[in-house]
């Protein structure tokens, strides 16, 4: 049984940052992948950032110089740190494991296992 629990949103002035958690039970994020995604108000659910054993970690280029994914295998924890927040980047923000083997993991069909989401909301 694969458990996902998000934590660490919160309402922020704009240029503020907030660092997200994701702590997994019956699913090992060090050896197995895993991806941030969230989803604005009124748009699909996007990827983010995401790894896999391997391969490494993976930004999207348009939140690269401002979202950094990290891992502490000992917690089975990943986060993701967020720094100049903007008012664009409210949204609900999830993290998700278990990607079928061949997918793309920017996909959010690809894979199997969410958390409840964070709500992060960014004030201008």
């Known amino acids: 049984q694969v458990q996902l629990v998000e934590s660490g949103g919160e309402s922020v002035q704009a240029g503020g940052s907030l660092r997200l958690s994701c702590t997994a039970s019956g699913y090992s994020l060090s050896n197995n992948g895993v991806a941030w995604f969230r989803q604005q108000p009124g748009k699909t659910r996007e990827g983010i950032a995401s790894?896999?054993?391997?391969?490494?970690?993976y930004h999207i280029d348009s939140l690269k110089d401002r979202f950094t994914f990290s891992l502490d295998a000992a917690k089975n924890t990943v986060y993701l740190q967020m720094n100049t927040l903007k008012p664009e980047d409210t949204a609900m923000y999830y993290c998700?494991?278990?990607?079928?083997?061949?997918?793309?993991?920017?996909?959010?069909?690809?894979?199997?296992?969410w958390g409840q989401g964070t709500q992060v909301t960014v004030s201008s």
């Open positions: 790894r896999q054993p391997g391969i490494g970690i």
């Open positions: 998700a494991a278990g990607r079928a083997t061949g997918t793309n993991w920017q996909s959010a069909g690809a894979w199997s296992h």
